[in-house]
């Protein structure tokens, strides 16, 4: 199988494409810098303005394209400029790989959208979300919301369109857990505001094994989320890292600390509420998670940091 990956220089492209090479699947991966690719990695430059260009020959003939183009949610706070950023590196990108599937002679099969749990907005409910929830209110559902409908047009093209709603990938080398864990390792680590706030969780293999499998799945389209089997709120989560790291966890982070360092608006989006989504179409459809339970999960992660 050929595969064609934008977004690939990320945490998640890493880890499928590492997954997908070592399977003996051929991976292009779509970058903005010409860096040299690895054994069976071809690396194309592209520069997603909305419209195809020269790169899209690249599409011609794969059989998936797996889109995780975005700028990091978290890693600044949410100013006017970096909300922009964070919507036209999502939609411009999608809109771009749209075109290119338009010109190719041989269509790939199935398009993979990324998106993110963050779809079904933020709040303390602590009722199960399934696929079947609507979108919410606040500025990442709608960023979620906004990219998934960029990505809708490929039906139309004659593609398998599967949207992958991802929830906080635990990894010992990337992503949220290392600077969530940071603190613990220093006896200061602890439940952040009240705890009760649901994080929806998977482990970065899991999250490259259920990518996969869809992509090889030709009755699964449309929304699946790409969490773990059972939800926690941040204060279980908390105390699977204390477990994992032989530390305590005790020093509760107040709200307005968050709200200083990040601005309110990202910290009660990202942080100070969450969702206890549940992964019901996966679930139902056969798929098999090798860590579904948190200290397990959170133990190996920080193992192989």
Known sequence: MRVVIAGGSGLLGQALTGQLVAGGHRVTVLSRTDAPGQNGVDVVLWNPNGTADI?????????????LSGAGIADRRWTTSRKSLLRSSRVQPTRSLIAGVETCRHRPSV???????????????????????????????RLCLEWEDAAAPISALGCRLAIVRTGLVLAGRGGVLPPIARPFRFFVGGPVSSGRQYMPWIHVHDWVALVAWTMGNTHISGAINASAPVPVTNEEFSRAIAHALGRPSWLRVPPLAL?????????DTALLNGQRVVPARALAAGFRFQFGEVNEAVANALSEA
């Open 55 to 67: 790169w899209a020959r690249a599409l011609d003939g794969a059989d998936a394209v797996v889109n």
């Open 111 to 141: 398009f993979v959208q990324g998106s993110a749990v963050g779809y079904y907005g933020a709040s303390l409910d602590d009722r199960p979300i399934d696929e079947s929830h609507g979108p919410g209110a606040d500025f990442l559902a």
């Open 259 to 267: 709200r200083t360092l990040l601005g309110s608006e990202l910290a």
